[in-house]
């Protein structure tokens, strides 16, 4: 079974190291070469030898989890991916044939000692192009832990699948989902977008769509625990399923976002490729691009706040299913 690893490089610091030697590395550097581990339980006298001010059995277990991810469970042919500095790339490799682990203390470009051989790609990933659960396991605090949309991953870098083909004529649950939002007429649409703000954290989210509003149908506020407020503009519109909205579409809407605040493009389509160079093009607000499977991930998880109005109009149950 192919696995899926995410390996961060302290906030994207090392990754361009990582890159440019060709490996992917964790610290844990009061730790000699781990080359001869072969077994978890090897790791806990190594590691409490190393840290004995770590008392905690759950430190001590969280910690010992990670590095034998890293030695003993990653496997030559996995993926590994590690975000960048700017955390909208996502760089991506394949682990190479064993034995890939090597130990290199004291390297002046990466201080992270423990180090698996990974050949990387030169087209890094968009976090933005993923899918939403892909997102928000993504969001995890460990160093390295395991991905489990696998199929998700293999098809974003052109590894295929592990999934067998299709039969033609398929159930695609997100163009069902999809179709019955295209049901809604614009006004409608730009309304469930808002509740859907409303549900994913925003106050004071109003729907302000009009004629000759510059592109914004909706605004929000998002206050994080009175740590940071983000102010957003969105614009949401219905296209057939299949069309790419073109980066002069996004250009466009950034022009009516003020100073200070930030985008959102929802739709029920996709974006081409330079719409996204657009979307996170430096010196300008950052603009979100949230696809039509994407809003449909959304939806899923928030489908508890949506008004029942909506859930009778769209004909849909819990687990966004014809109802």
Request: aromatic share 8%.
């Given at each position: ?240 399923v299949g069309t790419k909205i073109s980066a002069s579409t996004v250009r466009q809407l950034r022009q009516a976002i003020p100073f200070g605040g930030q985008g959102a493009f929802i739709t029920t389509a996709g974006f081409q ?51």
């Amino acid at each position: 079974m192919t696995g899926i690893w995410c390996i961060r490089a302290d906030a994207g610091k090392y990754a361009q190291a990582f890159l440019n030697g060709a490996y992917a590395g964790i610290g844990w550097e009061r730790m000699a070469d781990l080359s001869g581990v072969l077994s978890r339980d090897d790791l806990y006298p190594l590691y409490r030898a190393a840290y004995p001010e770590d008392e905690s059995k759950i430190v001590v277990g969280q910690q010992v989890g990670q590095l034998a991810r890293f030695v003993i469970d990653m496997k030559a042919g996995d993926t590994v991916i590690t975000p960048d500095a700017n955390t909208e790339l996502l760089h991506h490799g394949i682990v190479e044939p064993d034995p890939s682990y090597f130990y290199m203390p004291n390297d002046p470009a990466c201080r992270y000692p423990h180090r698996r051989r990974v050949k990387w790609s030169a087209q890094p990933l968009l976090r933005s192009g993923l899918s939403v659960p892909l997102q928000n396991t993504l969001r995890s605090s460990l160093t390295i832990f395991g991905i489990s949309q696998i199929d998700e991953v293999l098809q974003l870098t052109g590894q295929g699948s592990l999934s067998p083909a299709p039969h033609t004529g398929a159930y695609d649950p997100y163009k069902a989902v999809l179709d019955q939002i295209l049901t809604l007429d614009d006004k409608e649409f730009e309304i469930l977008v808002g509740h859907l703000l409303t549900a994913l954290g925003f106050e004071g989210s109003e729907v302000v769509g009009k004629v000759g509003d510059g592109g914004v149908d909706a605004t929000g506020e998002l206050n994080i625990a009175n740590l940071a407020k983000v102010k957003v503009f969105v614009q949401a519109k219905r296209y057939k399923v299949g069309t790419k909205i073109s980066a002069s579409t996004v250009r466009q809407l950034r022009q009516a976002i003020p100073f200070g605040g930030q985008g959102a493009f929802i739709t029920t389509a996709g974006f081409q490729k330079a719409a996204f160079d657009v979307a996170l093009e430096p010196g300008f607000p950052r603009i979100g691009l949230i696809n039509g499977s994407q809003l449909v991930d959304l939806l899923v998880e928030h489908w508890g706040d949506i008004p029942s109005e909506f859930k009778d109009r769209l004909g849909l149950k819990s687990g966004l299913v014809l109802a």
